[in-house]
């Protein structure tokens, strides 16, 4: 159509605007319904009136509106006995306050019920029918166009979704709306919902128990699925939040509405089927859950555990439509159980001979017993015809079954709650104040205030959101021989009790999923085991990860650790990387072998000496013991004993003072051993020049000045250990460097430049003295000890060069070995090479050991 065609019709529909809204102007200005009134399904006259929205049906008649003509009233189908549950125990409650003469005495209360067939739109109807009544003029011309509200406030809705639309139109009128079972968590909000209350929990504190559940049972990698409405995401956004605090992912999390295409619906199934996670949290509606569970059985998808909430994890009606058992072991929480002495027999003891004209207790009674009465228009296809003294309890269907009684009980409170509201407004004492103007605000604020027992001891209180206090408890479903699922209590949950102590399961033995009797395993990855720790796996969600063995040096001792923790200097990690183990100290120790090994060869080295020492001084006036300075051949033998026995400190646990002592009485022991044999080598020296005609050379270099010169040098080293020990001493020192999994205890030079100066000069002191005893080697003499001593020093200094780069690569306590075998090696070297021979000929050869056969006069060299 064109645009020049569809202008006469805008033009005709523009002059009817004008004329509608000039005729408006004519008329008396008056307060006039618009529409077609809505009556009340149920109402008696009382006093007092209340309200009541209920779902007696569970859906509606599919239409499409052409906007041409005015929308034909709703068509609801599919009856629903919950409804009825919760209408009887209303009239339960006001019945009970009617014949009580301690609340509201005197005073009768009334009640309009409306069938709100799950719908959000009729339930915002209804709730404007209840506060504005059905009368087409509410003020004439002139007159304040304002009057009291048709009820006091209004029972219901069953559901999250038509609560938040109820709420948010009557919130502005103050007309307490109390719902029995909407659990969404955004109806806590005062600034959205003023006039909202409710006798059941908030969901905020089922998701988060949900959440602490899930957690419980180890499952860290969840699907969930919700009803696409307030309840199903405000619910499942509240747990999810939880869940991520609590270190659970969530591998998918969909959405699912009663009025879905079957494409989307199958679009789920496909999700479940390709998942990997064995657990399915959710927040859904009776009517939600039965459609997946129907389409999980036609794909014969079982084995999935199932987590629910109190929607319908005690509904005995949705437990006996599981037939293929889907839903088996199913774990969640539900309101605690609850008995009302009088409501069972009061809810079984329907008559429909007084309610026969009433249209939808009609409907009922036909459903009920499949029947019909005569002047039914319904109930085709049913063949017996209904007497009106069918006995309600020969029947089992969903509206004998009151498994549902802690929700009855609920609709009991909140008309209890009202009740109380009522009586403090009226000022009751054994009568009320009937001439009291009942304001709606005024009877909101006093049932936020309300706080009584009923008369089966539960307090009742609304907090500062208008929520009960939140207790649950933990049901699973046991299921038994012929289909019947028995809802076992396995623990509780209360939201007052500290946080550690909130979640209690009791021990009792709990059926899982395919009716195992082990916890069943849904993660991600497996736990990582102790010594391990978590790596994320990339692009995945934290619940997805690998586990890497902890490094050496590093610990960790609870499972799915993030990081691992390095040990202490002193301690390391075991093979299994999941104790800190203390270190085995090492060092050389008389104990063990080497150690013993380099005792017994410091000790033999001594015991030699000592020995040579006495063969010395037993020979002492031999010529071959007088023949260079015997004074500097005991002092020799006197300082190989030390340096021998010095080799000893370098044994054992290090210790300040053995420290100190080991290099200090080394390096000294050692310049006082090679100023001797400087001494004995300087003496040859000059005693070959004295031989020579005219040479006085030996009184310049006579024993005193052997003796001045070995103590000269020697007090040169003892200036340098000095300082080296006064500006920084050697130290013991835990080394946790050198090996990785030992403490090394050694001792710490302090000065490197003192330890080095002490090597140093020593080196010194030995290449001098290797010099002259290499240039005296070949003096003509027939026991020329210059030969001896320079062997002895070549010994020495291959000893000491050789010790540096082993000293340097050996680890731990085999450096302090290396360094003790320099030590004996180069003692004994000098023991042996000078010492030996003078022995040799004093104990096997005396006939050797004349003046003469020393001097090479007259005898053949035979050395």
Not at 96 to 125: H, M, Q, W
Request: glycine share 6%; charged share 20%; hydrophobic share 40%.
């Amino acid at each position: 159509m064109t645009s020049t065609q569809r202008w006469p019709e805008k033009g005709w529909a523009l002059l009817q605007l004008l004329l509608v809204a000039s005729f408006s102007q004519a008329e008396e200005l008056v307060c006039r319904r618009r529409g077609d009134p809505e009556n009340p399904q149920l109402s008696k006259d009382g006093d007092i009136m209340l309200g009541g929205i209920f779902s007696f049906h569970r859906s509606w008649k599919e239409k499409k509106d052409t906007y041409t003509h005015k929308p034909m009233p709703l068509q609801c189908t599919s009856l629903n006995f919950r409804g009825f549950q919760y209408a009887q125990a209303m009239f339960f409650a006001i019945e009970e306050i009617n014949n009580s003469s301690d609340l509201l005495p005197g005073i009768f209360l009334g009640y309009k019920i409306y069938d709100a067939c799950t719908s959000i739109a009729r339930s915002v109807r209804v709730a404007l029918a209840l506060a504005n009544g059905n009368e087409v003029l509410s003020a004439l011309a002139g007159a304040p166009c304002t009057r009291p509200a048709q009820v006091q406030a209004i029972m219901g809705e069953t559901s999250s979704s038509p609560s938040m639309a109820i709420a948010t139109v009557i919130g502005p009128f103050h007309i307490p709306l109390i719902s029995h079972f909407a659990t969404c968590a955004c109806l806590s909000d005062k600034t959205k919902y003023p006039s909202f209350l409710r006798t059941i929990p908030s969901d905020y504190y089922q998701s988060r128990a949900l959440a602490q559940l899930v957690k419980h049972f180890g499952w860290t990698w969840v699907g969930a699925i919700r009803t696409n409405d307030g309840y199903g995401n405000n619910g499942m956004a509240v747990f999810t939040e939880t869940a991520q605090q609590l270190g659970i992912c969530l591998e998918y999390s969909v959405s699912i509405f009663r009025k879905d295409p079957p494409e989307k619906i199958q679009k789920i199934i496909d999700i479940i089927k390709a998942s990997t996670s064995k657990v399915i949290v959710t927040f859904l509606s009776p009517t939600d859950l039965n459609n997946i569970r129907h389409e999980l059985s036609r794909h014969n998808l079982t084995g999935f555990q199932w987590v629910g909430t109190e929607a319908w994890i005690f509904d005995s009606e949705t437990a006996a439509m599981d037939k293929h058992h889907i839903l088996d072991g199913a774990i969640g929480l539900s309101i605690p159980k609850a008995h009302v002495s009088g409501l069972r027999e009061f809810m079984l003891d329907v008559k429909p001979l007084n309610t026969s004209s009433n249209e939808l207790f009609t409907e009922f009674w036909e459903t009920l017993f499949s029947c019909k009465f005569q002047q039914s228009k319904s109930s085709a296809g049913i063949q017996r015809e209904c007497t009106g003294h069918e006995d309600v309890t020969g029947v089992q269907n969903s509206f004998t079954d009151l498994s549902l009684m802690p929700i009855f009980y609920n609709v009991y409170k909140g008309v209890y709650a009202v009740a109380h509201a009522l009586h403090s407004v009226l000022s009751c004492n054994k009568t009320c104040i009937n001439k009291v103007q009942l304001d709606p605000f005024m009877i909101l604020q006093h049932t936020k205030m309300a706080h009584f027992q009923t008369k089966e001891g539960d307090e009742v209180y609304f907090n500062e959101n208008g929520d009960p206090a939140a207790k649950y408890e933990i049901i699973n479903w046991q299921p038994r021989e012929n289909d019947i699922v028995d809802f076992v209590t396995v623990g509780l949950y209360d939201a007052s009790l500290p946080a550690d102590k909130q979640l209690i399961l009791q021990n009792k033995s709990l059926i899982w999923a395919q009716n195992s009797q082990k916890v069943p395993l849904s993660v991600c990855s497996e736990e990582c085991p102790a010594g391990t720790r978590k790596v994320l796996q990339k692009g995945k969600p934290v619940c997805c990860y690998d586990c890497l063995r902890c490094a050496e040096g590093e610990i960790s001792n609870i499972t799915d650790s993030i990081t691992c923790v390095r040990c202490h200097p002193e301690f390391w990690s075991n093979e299994r990387r999941d104790v800190c183990v203390k270190k085995e100290v090492e060092f050389l120790s008389y104990e063990e072998i080497m150690g013993a090994l380099l005792t017994a060869a410091s000790l033999f080295g001594t015991c030699i000496t000592a020995v040579v020492a006495f063969i010395f001084f037993r020979y002492r006036k031999t010529p071959i013991v007088r023949a260079n300075n015997s004074e500097l051949s005991f002092l020799l033998l006197f300082s190989l004993t030390l340096c021998f026995l010095c080799s000893l400190t370098f044994i054992g646990r290090p210790s300040e003072w053995s420290c100190m002592l080991r290099h200090t009485a080394f390096g000294i022991t050692f310049v006082l051993c090679i100023s001797c044999v400087l001494g004995k080598t300087i003496v040859v020296l000059m005693a070959f020049r004295a031989t020579l005609p005219g040479s006085n050379v030996m009184k310049w270099f006579g024993p005193t000045q052997q003796k001045f010169s070995v103590l000269g040098f020697t007090l040169i080293q003892v200036i340098i250990c000095i300082l080296w020990l006064t500006i920084s001493p050697p130290f013991p020192y835990k080394n946790f460097k050198k090996i990785k999994d030992k403490i090394i205890l050694e001792c710490a030079l302090g000065s490197a430049v003192g330890f080095w100066a002490v090597l140093g000069y020593i080196g010194l002191l030995a290449m001098l003295c290797f010099i002259l005893a290499f240039l005296a080697r070949k003096l003509p003499d027939n026991f020329n000890e210059a030969k001896f001593i320079t062997f002895s020093m070549l010994i020495f200094c291959a000893v000491w060069i050789t010790f540096i780069p082993a000293y340097v690569s050996s680890p731990g306590k085999f450096s302090v070995a290396v360094e003790i075998f320099a030590i004996l090696a180069s003692s004994f070297g000098l023991l042996i090479c000078i010492f030996f021979p003078k022995c040799y000929i004093i104990l096997l050869k005396p006939e050797k050991n004349t003046k003469k056969n020393i001097m090479g006069k007259g005898a053949q060299k035979t050395l």
